[in-house]
């Protein structure tokens, strides 16, 4: 899996403040205010940003006549209504099942200095001028899409032989510039969020499903659904429909293969980003994903950022029913795991976060078809 060179001494708020710089270098907003909005929520502040980032992108696009980014993309929409539309998603990204294989082997520093690397392709994505440009800096990330109907497009080119930067490039023009760029910005916003704001417990996690199940997490945003918080807020939480505007929208998209091979296959995962509230606490929660095809196959994921305790993380298959949640939650977190790795139903588990120790924590989760 390729990297840039970064500079990861420098803190994270140094490093996103540096991208929040060149970002209004180039599209003339102030991204980093934005970011820091007074007196709205921190899901309010990633929003904002995104509506304001994606208009200036596209109004600077279509002033300097960029490929793609003609008004028609609109399909009949004003620019307000398009932006608003597309920014009520939190878009899967997906990789090659090696590489996809690759992050659930990545611990430590590594792990950190991968969200890094992932924080800055996506600004220079961002920046793309063409669909070229954005694909160039999609597959030095060693990703594949962005969006799940934009991988759907690019495993249809795969099927149809084309080599791989052409499907990705077929991908891009299939959704358009206008809607690929959105994407991007969505997840732009988020890591620079978790990257910028001063907050000593919080965690920006990754969840990877090498299955051949699309997952959901069932009314995840009620507050009494298959999400729950023990401490702390969710402030971005995945969710990508499945193929269009008009398509039901899940957490994980299944896997889709292109080859004849186990190993070509498409794998998505998704993002989330959660963060403590005020007082003496971290952000800890836990989300149980159910298979859309199989409502009693679910694997639940916890993550935990402690006031005081260790970091930790973990992953178990669930089959039926899984119970209470805070129950559920207090069996895998009270492992102490920082990294599990096994075997189980036939499926590989990984779970892990960077540190043991440290408010600023990235985590990795997977569930692979062995």
Not at 126 to 145: C, F, N, R, W, Y
Not at 154 to 161: E, H, N, P, Q, R
Not at 346 to 365: E, F, K, M, Q
């Amino acid at each position: 899996m390729e990297t840039l060179e970064l500079l990861t001494n420098v803190s994270e708020k140094e490093f996103a403040s540096q991208i929040c710089e060149n970002l209004s270098d180039e599209f003339g907003i102030d991204v980093k205010a934005l970011l820091l909005t007074p007196g709205i929520s921190a899901k309010e502040r990633i929003k904002l940003t995104t509506t304001h980032l994606m208009e200036a992108i596209i109004l600077k696009a279509e002033y300097e006549n960029v490929e793609g980014f003609d008004s028609t993309a609109l399909k009949g929409m004003n620019l307000a209504d398009f932006v608003a539309d597309a920014i009520e998603i939190e878009p899967n990204i997906s990789y090659s099942e090696k590489d996809a294989i690759a992050l659930s082997n990545l611990q430590g520093q590594k792990l950190k200095d991968y969200l890094f690397t992932l924080t800055k392709r996506f600004e220079n994505m961002a920046k793309a001028k063409t669909p070229g440009q954005l694909v160039a800096e999609m597959a030095g990330g060693a990703l594949m899409s962005i969006g799940i109907p934009m991988g759907i497009q690019v495993v249809k080119s795969l099927i149809a032989k084309e080599a791989l930067k052409v499907a990705m490039l077929n991908g891009v023009k299939a959704v358009g510039m206008k809607t690929a760029i959105v994407a991007v910005v969505l997840v732009l916003a988020g890591l620079l969020y978790y990257l910028l704001v001063e907050n000593p417990k919080k965690i920006l996690g990754m969840v990877v499903n090498n299955t051949d199940d699309d997952f959901v997490v069932n009314n995840y945003a009620s507050g009494n659904g298959d999400l729950r918080m023990i401490h702390g807020q969710m402030v971005n939480f995945m969710e990508d429909s499945n193929g269009g505007i008009e398509a039901p929208k899940l957490q994980l998209k299944e896997r889709l293969n292109y080859g004849e091979g186990n190993e070509d296959n498409m794998v998505f995962a998704g993002i989330y980003f959660a963060d403590r509230n005020v007082g003496f606490r971290g952000a800890e929660g836990i989300a149980v994903f159910t298979s859309k095809s199989n409502p009693n196959f679910k694997f639940a994921h916890v993550f935990a950022v402690p006031y005081t305790n260790d970091n930790r993380s973990n992953i178990k298959i669930i089959n039926g029913d899984p119970g209470n949640l805070d129950n559920l939650f207090r069996n895998l977190y009270d492992q102490n795991k920082q990294r599990v790795d096994y075997n189980d139903q036939g499926y590989r588990l990984t779970s892990t976060v960077n540190d043991p120790r440290g408010g600023v924590v990235g985590c990795i989760a997977y569930i692979g078809k062995i």
